[in-house]
């Protein structure tokens, strides 16, 4: 088929403001400009919630009990009188500081086991090996059974997310040093005398980030899902803190007569699920199109 | 093709075998103690000490391990710590409804998902296409007890069309049963199918990309031919191993399912377990999740025969 629009064979170099590419760049990539903005508003709550026209998150006041969403309480208040609009936004903090902290970990823990694996060939077999093992049971399943055997924290929470979410880091960054080694740029810096820790650090590590941080931050979105997962489940955050997943778990019982309290919770969960999500695949599509096949 | 499976079966091995110790090491190195827990809050250092020695906890930890695992070998899952009844005695007991919503789920799942991502790699770049991308993308990002909740109040409270909660077991009747089945499968099975429309559209995509589908287009083969005679069985590969992978997603799910329409189920079970911190339970429960999970991956490495005759073992 001909090209309707043939190139022409010259083609006039037009300096772009700084304005200009700014727009041709929000154009270009809708869906990641959308997901960061949405994300950057849920990090502004967490981190502006005392100045939200919040309430203490705590405090009780039982003939306040069950009103519905109206001007006093925005989105309603709970079983004890609790103003659920202030629970909800200071739920934002603990969601995102899990799903931070989960995902720099997975990828600093992956990032060093996958290097060691993917270059030293007589750990790789083991190390592979434990990651199947681990990879072999659900990851909500196992960071289930780790909180209900340790006592319910964020900290635990934190490693019982971290532990099934590793493996996966470790495989990707692995598969791209496996491909890595056998590149000539490696080669001659080892021919030209680099040792292992060097050629690790400044050849290789470089060359692993951008799909890292693709995968980082599905490791981060399925970190804030499982986290309220736990917490729903009574194996999560430790009941008094009032985490997403711990307000809805209070208020099932409520879902008939208030319908609110398991409404805005979710809402939240949802949309900052959704604008991580949002966010890694618009990154993925910028940093390399060939690293969407290597995910998941 | 017979040699294969032995030895796909056979490297299926190790990994329960890491599975295994994992799941051991999981309560040993849980900080609570196992006797505290059963005897109670007022029990005795004395009584504590008998019955760790009666549950062999005082014994070195390789030798706990080998009962461990010569328990296993004979079927024997442990006691529950607080019902003292067999834990495969429990699992079992809970195993229908899982099963049921398992199976329902991944029906609905794959018969929802393979056609829409079908349409939207046929459409590609159409309004079709874009639809079903967004609902992808949404499909990852909503919670299933989220979801099931809003299912609840949407379908069974405000319309009054289907139970709010509860279990009915086939036996008793087959239309009850599909009726208390309907909004856990679809709040279940809506991640698994975003996943596996993605995948099906990806796979697809590429497919008719490929030189071939260019020649069997060249030669005046129609458009619906190409797409069923010629494209859809080399698509299906990825979509397969999707469906195996994806089944992880599916028992995390069914935990969190069961507890929110309050199915008696295995998940059910779990949840008992954690909040009465019954250890043998959560083991138990843990390991057969993991062999049922490796079983599925191990049928799904034998399906791709069936798509791709380039694969032979």
Not at chain 1, 243 to 257: K, P, Q
Not at chain 2, 205 to 222: M, W
């Amino acid at each position: 088929m001909p090209d309707p629009s043939p190139e022409p064979a010259f083609i006039p170099y037009v300096a772009l403001t700084r304005g200009q590419k700014a727009r041709r760049f929000i154009r270009r990539n809708p869906t990641m400009i959308a997901g960061a903005l949405l994300l950057a508003l849920m990090a502004l709550v967490a981190i502006g919630a005392p100045w939200l026209h919040t309430v203490n998150p705590v405090d009780m006041n039982p003939i306040d009990r069950l009103k519905s969403p109206g001007a006093g309480h925005w989105f309603g208040t709970d079983m004890y009188g609790r103003d659920s609009y202030s629970r909800v936004i200071y739920g934002s903090r603990i969601s995102l500081f899990v799903g931070l902290v989960v995902a720099a970990l997975t990828s600093v823990i992956g990032l060093a086991v996958g290097l060691v694996s993917g270059f030293v060939r007589r750990l790789d077999n083991v190390i592979m090996r434990a990651m199947d093992g681990i990879m072999a049971l659900p990851d909500l399943l196992l960071a289930i059974s780790f909180v209900a055997l340790t006592e319910a924290s964020v900290r635990n929470v934190i490693i019982a997310l971290v532990i099934p979410q590793t493996p996966r880091m470790v495989r990707l960054v692995r598969s791209i040093v496996l491909v890595l080694r056998e590149q000539p740029f490696v080669e001659s810096a080892l021919a030209m005398g680099a040792r292992l820790p060097r050629l690790m650090v400044r050849h290789l590590l470089p060359n692993t980030l951008a799909p890292l941080i693709v995968q980082g931050t599905y490791v981060m979105a399925s970190a804030v899902l499982i986290e309220a997962g736990l917490s729903f489940l009574g194996a999560g955050t430790p009941p008094e803190i009032p985490s997403w997943g711990n307000i809805m778990a209070e208020a099932r019982s409520y879902v008939r007569v208030a319908f609110w309290l398991l409404l805005f919770p979710g809402l939240f969960l949802a949309l900052t699920v959704l604008s991580i999500n949002l966010l890694g695949d618009g990154l993925r599509d910028l940093l390399d199109p060939r690293i969407a096949r290597r995910m998941r | 093709m017979l040699v294969y499976v032995l030895r796909r079966i056979l490297a299926t091995l190790p990994v329960m075998g890491i599975v295994v110790v994992f799941v051991f090491l999981l309560v040993r190195i849980a900080p609570g103690d196992p006797a505290a827990i059963i005897a109670g809050d007022y029990a005795t250092p004395e009584n504590i000490q008998k019955i760790r020695v009666g549950l062999g906890l005082d014994k070195p930890i390789y030798e706990q391990f080998w009962i461990y695992l010569t328990s296993l070998a004979r079927g024997d899952l442990g006691r529950s710590l607080h019902s003292r009844l067999p834990v495969s005695q429990l699992i079992l007991q809970r195993v229908e409804p899982t099963a049921a919503l398992a199976l329902s789920t991944l029906s609905f799942a794959i018969l929802m998902a393979i056609p829409l991502g079908i349409l939207a790699a046929w459409k590609a770049g159409s309004l079709i296409d874009r639809a079903v991308m967004v609902f992808a993308v949404g499909g990852f990002s909503i919670p299933i007890f989220w979801l099931g909740f809003l299912l609840i109040y949407a379908f069974s409270i405000r319309l009054d069309l289907l139970p709010v909660q509860g279990y009915v077991s086939f036996r008793e009747g087959l239309l009850p049963f599909i009726r208390h089945l309907i909004l856990p499968t679809i709040a279940l099975g809506l991640v698994y199918m975003a996943l596996l429309a993605r995948i099906t559209r990806a796979s697809v995509l590429e497919v008719l990309q490929s030189d071939y589908i260019r020649t069997a287009y060249a030669k005046g083969v129609r458009p619906p031919g190409v797409l069923f005679a010629h494209a859809l069985k080399n698509a299906a590969v990825p979509v397969v191993t999707t469906i195996g992978v994806g089944f992880a997603l599916l028992i995390g799910g069914v935990v969190i399912t069961e507890s929110v329409f309050a199915l008696p189920g295995l998940g059910r079970l779990t949840v008992d377990a954690i909040l009465q911190r019954d250890y043998s339970i959560i083991q138990g429960v843990t390991l057969i999740f993991a062999l049922v999970y490796a079983l599925v991956n191990l049928v799904v490495d034998l399906s791709y025969t069936l798509f791709d005759p380039r694969i032979r073992y």
